[in-house]
């Protein structure tokens, strides 16, 4: 039967070395002093076993160690292999990494012309620039670690931003420009295939007295959409802009004959905006009479018949 006899001052070093093994995670060396501590304290090696469920060859190899080498011989020694790979230096490259748009980092990359960093969008960028394989479960751990997350941005209207007055001047010509947009006064901006024309009035038997419209919406944002950018824990990126967010939907039908483009602007998306549309075609095209839709994945297809 194997029997530590050690002195007070070495179980209190004991005590300790457990402790701090344990703040570094090194669970099985601290588990080697418990069984030092357990034995000196008159457990046998079976006892031992039992309490901390290990064979009892683990508990005598513990023992015979500590015996020969001292308390060193407790601690988990490094592992022979391959070194990591994944260093604290090159943790911080890919933090100053992704703390920069992609776009301006590579500027003739036509695959890297976004705002923000995707997982796979970063670990191509290591492979390809950086020579650094890694998976995208490791790159997103690592950035965990750094308190590195995927969040929203915030647009802010007051910043000092030297931009700012630029960037105002064409939020109001672009405002002047959508208003300007006559929904009675139709314009040749909606060019449609003969062919799909064709196809289209052939598939719906449409009569000889009937107009073809080709209807479908859209929506404008004056400010872009922020998608989730990589930000540390509990500081939100705001986004310059020059304004408050505003949306305006667009409703329009294209005339599939001539071309001509009739529409709406509103700020809202309901079914009586579709309605105030359909006015708006009548009003355009006085003539007709008659309406039938029918609804496809890519539009409306209207039918309208001439008196």
Known sequence: MIRVNISDIAKGDLHERERRLLHQRDYCGARRCRMVIMNANGFTVKQIAGALSVCKQTVRRTLSSYQEEGIDALTTKPRCGAPRKLTDEVVDEIENIVRQAPRNLLTNDPDYESNTWTLQMLVGYLGKYRQLSFGQTTVYRALKKRDIRIGRPKHTITSPDPDYQAKKDYRDQLMRGVIDVSPSKPSASVIVSPDDRVDVELKLGIPDNALLFLE?????QLCPTLCGNWMPKGHQQKVQTPGKQELFYVLGAANAQSGQFTG????????????????????????????SLWTTPQFTIAILLKH
Do not use: A, Q
């Open 264 to 291: 709406i602007l509103s700020g809202k998306h309901r079914s009586i905006e579709f309605l105030g549309l359909v006015d708006t075609m009548l009003d355009v095209y006085p003539t007709l009479y008659y309406m």
């Open 216 to 220: 479908n919406e859209t929506v404008i």
